[in-house]
């Protein structure tokens, strides 16, 4: 099993519309969970950290369900320059290793 | 200036060559890395550098190798690459917080190609 698992996508949704990704991790011991937008051939930037009471920023929640060990992304009405790939991030440090992990990203296309 | 800055932007070298990588971080950060990322696959971390001590290699071959003089700079050497090495070197920096972790903040990337 992969140690942080998302659906690759690419969804593909109209301007306005709502959409959730999901996240999954096996580390049942990870604490830092975070969400990464990266667009086509640059660096992944931070699009929000996710805590456990679950949290908001403009058209984005971020949620975190620890029984079911899986994170969530929602964007509410989407624009074009939201398309992207949306990176889950979660930490490993149960492991003993020392850095965060990576999923292999959501695709997200927003269609006019 | 910008939080992370990698140069060279791109790079082409072939199998017998030897080139660096170089990341500077303005962030004040205690943790520096190098990712790897090819295509269609997650970034694979590489090695990790806390005070500028080496605190882990993620089993990279000895082609590749780190140096990190200081919490601000971090080199990665590279010699006698293969073609599968071609891909988006990531630089990275963060605040180690103990048993929680600081969000990344990432360099520009260098694009590697090589021939």
């Known amino acids: 099993r992969k140690e942080v698992e998302q659906d690759p996508g690419p969804f593909n949704v109209p301007e306005g519309a709502t959409v959730a990704f999901n996240c999954t991790y096996s580390n049942s011991a990870s604490q830092s969970f975070f969400w990464y937008r990266q667009d086509c051939r640059k660096e992944p930037k931070l699009l929000m950290s996710?805590?456990?009471s679950g949290n908001e920023d403009g058209r984005f929640t971020a949620q975190l369900n620890r029984a079911s060990q899986y994170i969530s992304l929602l964007i509410r009405d989407s624009k074009l320059s939201d398309s992207a790939t949306y990176l889950c991030v979660v930490n490993e440090r149960d492991t003993g290793r020392r850095a965060l992990t990576f999923g292999s990203g959501t695709r997200l296309q927003v269609q006019p | 200036e910008t939080g992370v800055t990698q140069t060279p932007r791109h790079l082409v070298m072939g199998m017998t060559n030897k080139k660096s990588l170089k990341c500077e971080q303005h962030?004040?950060?205690?943790?520096m890395y190098w990712y790897k990322q090819s295509a269609k696959k997650p970034l694979e971390l590489m090695f990790v550098?806390?005070?500028?001590?080496?605190?882990e290699n993620n089993s990279v071959p000895s082609r590749f190798s780190p140096e990190c003089p200081n919490s601000s700079h971090l080199f990665l050497h590279l010699h006698t690459l293969q073609p599968e090495d071609s891909a988006l070197y990531l630089c990275?920096?963060?605040?180690?917080?103990?048993?929680?972790?600081?969000?990344?903040?990432f360099g520009n990337g260098t694009r590697l190609t090589v021939t």
């Open positions: 962030l004040g950060h205690n943790a």
């Open positions: 990275a920096s963060s605040q180690e917080l103990g048993q929680r972790y600081s969000p990344l903040h």
């Open positions: 550098y806390n005070f500028k001590e080496q605190t």
């Open positions: 996710v805590y456990s």
